[in-house]
């Protein structure tokens, strides 16, 4: 493939739609990822048609808009993980980006507390891959801890990331979005992924005969993939994210306050997170999912994706390297409120039921299986050759990562085409 552009004209075209447009990149999925993909490689091949598909009427109406927003500072990942790199160097880069385009960053930090003295083992872990990941921390006391958030709950001691910050995630891509039509990158909306058919992409706005595809589809970069040859060894496999907003005042909680994770699947666990109005609010949760886009009751049920999503499930109660039924059936419990309340009660004084009664808009976590071996990927996951990349995993903190890893995507590409 050439990177220059291919001059190609619209032709006319009719069972999926009026046209087949031939840019030189389509990119599927106007998320984050994809937008910043499209920005990235446009702003690196000023010549060339890039072209943005994606299936809804607007972009962020899924994970890129439904996440809590949080811009992490990247010290849960070991040093020789994507994550690592990419979430220490974007959360820099994409708190520069807001301050510079006037979008509100809540610069409130987290800490992060231990419930007994078993935990504390863990925060020397997360202490270290900091140190090593050249994370910005600081080691607390338990009267330090409480100089920063007085309602703390902590054991001996506690970690505080001052780079840590919220933002309006939908606020952040429709930025990335007018970004992208400034530079000349053409959106599609209403655009479905229909299927492949030899050199094409079918979508029910036409077909796309394009140099190269991206897949950045989230939820479906599995099916996509399998389209294309990749993915054999995966299967997504979604999880319910869900929020409870509190009824104190804005102030009430000063800092994001995290309990230490698990460090052997990637949830990080219910946790206090201050959002960039200065509300607060508690989750997630990793409930799993029986269909894809399984926001609120039947909403988007898909028969078909209901029978392979609960088949691969039983298969992973019966034997998973991660402990799938246990997660499972905690994750489900959490669809009570005095559950979920609970919870984040051991991390902060006065927490109450009574004011958490109000539930926030659902998100579904992608979250890469590796079918084969039976586990969840933790980290992000690329397949690709010389006519296609498809991002498999890009789950949390993809939204943080999202600057250095399309760049990193599209180095990738660069290396597939030359």
């Given at each position: 493939m050439s990177l220059k552009s291919s001059g190609?004209?619209?032709?006319?075209?009719?069972?999926?739609?009026?046209?087949?447009?031939?840019p030189d990149f389509l990119v599927v999925g106007a998320g984050v990822i994809g937008i910043s993909?499209?920005?990235?490689?446009?702003?690196?091949?000023?010549?060339?048609?890039?072209?943005?598909?994606?299936?809804?009427?607007?972009?962020?109406?899924?994970?890129?808009?439904?996440n809590s927003g949080v811009l992490h500072a990247g010290f849960y990942y070991t040093a020789d993980s994507l994550k690592a790199k990419f979430t220490r160097d974007g959360n820099k880069l994409l708190t520069n980006y807001c301050d510079q385009n006037n979008i509100p960053v809540n610069k409130c930090g987290k800490l992060v507390v231990a419930k007994d003295e078993n935990e504390n083992i863990l925060i020397?872990?997360?202490l270290s891959r900091g140190r090593k990941n050249g994370v910005n921390l600081e080691e607390l006391s338990v009267k330090e801890a409480q100089a920063i958030e007085p309602r703390i709950r902590t054991f001996e001691r506690a970690i505080f990331s001052p780079t840590t910050s919220s933002v309006d995630p939908v606020k952040?891509?429709?930025?990335f979005e007018n970004d992208a039509?400034?530079?000349?990158?053409?959106?599609?909306?209403?655009?479905?992924?229909?299927?492949?058919?030899?050199k094409s992409v079918v979508t029910t706005k036409g077909e796309f005969e394009a140099d190269y595809v991206i897949n950045s589809a989230g939820l479906y970069a599995d099916y996509i993939a399998k389209d294309f040859g990749f993915s054999e060894a995966y299967s997504i496999l979604p999880f319910k994210g869900l929020?409870?907003?509190?009824?104190?005042?804005?102030?009430?909680?000063?800092?994001?306050?995290?309990?230490?994770?698990?460090?052997?699947?990637?949830f990080l666990g219910v946790h206090f997170t201050v959002t960039v109005d200065g509300r607060v609010k508690i989750g997630p949760t990793a409930i799993p999912a029986f269909w894809r886009e399984q926001y609120e009751g039947a909403s988007n049920f898909q028969a078909k994706e209901f029978v392979d999503i609960v088949r691969r499930e039983i298969g992973l109660f019966a034997s998973s390297n991660f402990g799938f039924m246990k997660l499972a059936v905690e994750e489900i419990r959490k669809y009570s409120r005095k559950r979920m309340v609970s919870l984040a009660s051991t991390m902060v004084t006065g927490t109450n039921v009574c004011a958490f009664k109000r539930w926030a808009k659902p998100g579904i976590r992608a979250q890469l299986v590796n079918t084969k071996e039976r586990r969840m990927e933790?980290?992000?996951?690329?397949?690709?050759?010389?006519?296609?990349?498809?991002?498999?995993?890009?789950?949390?903190p993809g939204f943080t990562c999202c600057i250095p890893f399309s760049k990193y995507i599209c180095d990738e590409i660069e290396k597939k085409l030359n």
């Open positions: 190609k004209v619209v032709e006319l075209h009719g069972r999926y739609g009026s046209f087949i447009m031939h993909i499209a920005l990235e490689l446009k702003r690196r091949f000023r010549d060339v048609k890039i072209t943005v598909i994606e299936k809804e009427e607007a972009c962020a109406l899924h994970a890129s808009g439904r020397d872990e997360l952040v891509v429709h930025s039509i400034n530079e000349g990158v053409n959106f599609i909306y209403n655009a479905k992924y229909v299927k492949r058919k030899k929020y409870l907003y509190s009824d104190e005042p804005v102030g009430s909680i000063r800092t994001n306050i995290y309990p230490v994770p698990d460090l052997k699947n990637p933790m980290d992000f996951v690329l397949e690709g050759d010389d006519k296609s990349m498809h991002v498999l995993n890009a789950v949390s």
